[in-house]
């Protein structure tokens, strides 16, 4: 067999060609020119992002004949040998299948006897977190102490279950995940040597698919490539990844926003029909909203996409759909995800999902703004109507039979126009029970209470960012709002804001509104009603009061606290 596989013919020869993980082959090419590389390394990171092709790179490195240089000549005996595997001195073990403690001992054995062509001998052991508690223990002492002449390069995809005396003894290098961005362009350089053709959208759809790793996505471009009649096209990927093409995720996300389950639930079946995977349309379906939830509310970065491309359906969806929705339905398909792994039908899942998400949520941020619109204006004109009503009032004279009444005219004024009438009973009440350490808690949460009432509701916080807490008991907060019309609006979202309240306070407070002016009346009538009392108290409870009164009379004693 003369063909050989991609991932295979275009393995990294150098650190250069080790895509991605520049802050790791920066750090060991300085190391190995100034001849201070360490005696143990251990490369740890997902699959197929280049742990073991940099080891043998560095093996290659610090025994190139031209050494010390950044990067192997690739053409000298030591370079070419370590390549092919006919020098011995560089051992590469696979530690799944040499997990034992004699297997560790051989080494251990080997060890002490210098190398024979090359300056210096490299063991690789791949996938070390295979080996045996005692394997490790085994290998412990050379770890730590090996001769000059070995190095140690221990990789693995599972870092976590390595003792940690065996990490403390090596220099880690945590290799991350290939940005798809780099994927696309290691592959253009690809398949402009092997004068393949291939779309800029399949060279996009491979990089997703692969998820991070350049092995995978050269395996995956492999297999399109094999697959394709003349040029690899984006349905080609599809097929072979079994993927979900963009426009199909637009127009189910579409079709549930405008609660057309029909359409939602035809597309679904034909996808399963044809053959898609089940598990991958939802981690399809859930990326697309995800970077549909990035793109709206952060439009300048695109570059943090990981699965849309940006054309004009996903900027028209994205116009329509709005950010509560997306939340809601990732919610949903990530439920609906969990559920998946422990079902023999994973079908039945996915529709439920479907139907909660287009029939269970009602798209409340349109709602809102519309709310909102309408009840500025009706504010606007009324508080028109309220200012030329006051300023008639305040052209006309008031007469010594009318001072008494003012309450009661401005309950009727106030039922009849606003149709909120002001509980002064309830009020008068509050006072009676009223502490300063329960105004000042309140007082103290206020900011924070409006700032979340904002990100909950905006009509909600419309009505009330301008009131200010007057009075509070252990039950009950009176709130002055500037006009009688903010009252009226604000009994329409009561419940929303008095739980909102109970979150932040973390006691339940019943919120009794009042305007201000009439706040302001009825505070001053509590006070003075409330004076004589307290003076004829501290009078019947204090001898030196009493006894001054006696001597000087009422009207020239002043009592004070």
Not at 28 to 41: G, M, P, R, W
Not at 186 to 207: G, L, N
Not at 310 to 328: G, K, R
């Amino acid at each position: 067999m003369s063909y050989q596989a991609l991932y295979r013919t275009w393995r990294p020869r150098t650190f250069e060609d080790v895509v991605g993980q520049g802050h790791i082959t920066r750090t060991l090419q300085n190391a190995i020119v100034q001849e201070k590389f360490s005696h143990a390394y251990l490369f740890t990171g997902p699959r197929g992002t280049g742990k073991t092709s940099a080891a043998k790179i560095f093996a290659q490195t610090i025994n190139c004949e031209h050494a010390p240089v950044k990067e192997p000549c690739n053409e000298c005996a030591a370079c070419q040998g370590i390549r092919d595997g006919s020098i011995s001195d560089v051992i590469e073990i696979d530690a799944a299948s040499n997990t034992s403690v004699d297997d560790i001992r051989e080494i251990r054995e080997n060890v002490k006897y210098a190398s024979s062509a090359v300056p210096y001998k490299v063991y690789i052991i791949d996938e070390v977190h295979m080996i045996s508690v005692n394997a490790f223990n085994a290998l412990l002492k050379t770890l730590e102490e090996p001769p000059k002449h070995v190095v140690f390069i221990l990789a693995t995809t599972e870092p976590h279950k390595i003792p940690l005396t065996i990490i403390s003894r090596c220099q880690r290098f945590d290799f991350k995940p290939i940005p798809n961005q780099a994927i696309v362009e290691r592959m253009q350089t690809i398949v402009e040597a092997e004068s393949v053709s291939v779309e800029k959208e399949a060279f996009d759809a491979v990089a997703l698919a692969a998820e991070g790793g350049m092995r995978d996505a050269l395996s995956i471009l492999d297999q399109a490539i094999s697959y394709s009649e003349t040029s690899v096209e984006l349905e080609d990927v599809l097929a072979v990844t079994g993927g979900v093409s963009q426009k199909i995720l637009t127009d189910i996300v579409a079709s549930m926003h405008q609660k057309d389950v029909q359409s939602a639930l035809k597309m679904l079946d034909q996808l399963i029909q044809n053959g898609k995977d089940p598990a991958r349309f939802v981690y399809d379906i859930i990326y697309f909203l995800r970077d549909l939830l990035l793109y709206k509310s952060a439009p300048s970065l695109e570059g943090i996409l990981e699965r849309a491309i940006i054309d004009d359906a996903f900027q028209q969806l994205a116009s329509n759909v709005p950010e509560t929705w997306i939340q809601h339905a990732i919610m949903q398909l990530n439920q609906c995800q969990q559920e998946m792994k422990w079902s023999n039908n994973p079908k039945v899942f996915i529709e439920i999902a479907i139907i909660t998400i287009s029939n269970r949520y009602e798209d409340t941020p349109q709602t809102s703004d519309s709310v909102s619109s309408e009840a500025v204006m009706q504010l606007t004109q009324k508080l028109a109507h309220l200012e030329k009503e006051i300023a008639t009032l305040k052209q006309t004279p008031s007469g010594g039979v009318q001072a008494p009444q003012p309450e009661k005219k401005r309950q009727t004024a106030t039922k009849s126009k606003n149709s909120y009438k002001i509980p002064f009973e309830r009020i008068r009440n509050v006072l009676k029970e009223a502490e300063k350490q329960a105004l000042k808690e309140v007082q103290s949460q206020w900011a924070n209470f409006l700032s979340k009432l904002k990100s909950t509701s905006a009509p909600a916080h419309a009505t009330i960012q301008d009131a200010k807490p007057a009075a509070a008991s252990d039950s009950s907060l009176v709130v002055a709002f500037k006009y009688e019309i903010h009252c009226s609006l604000f009994m329409d979202n009561r419940e929303l804001v008095e739980s909102i309240l109970t979150s932040i306070l973390n006691k339940p407070l019943t919120i009794i509104p009042i305007p201000s002016q009439d706040w302001q009346e009825l505070r001053n009538e509590y006070v003075k009603s409330q004076e004589p009392s307290n003076a004829g108290e501290e009078a019947s409870g204090d001898p030196v009061v009493e006894e001054a009164r006696k001597l000087f009379g009422d009207d020239l004693i002043e009592i004070h606290d």
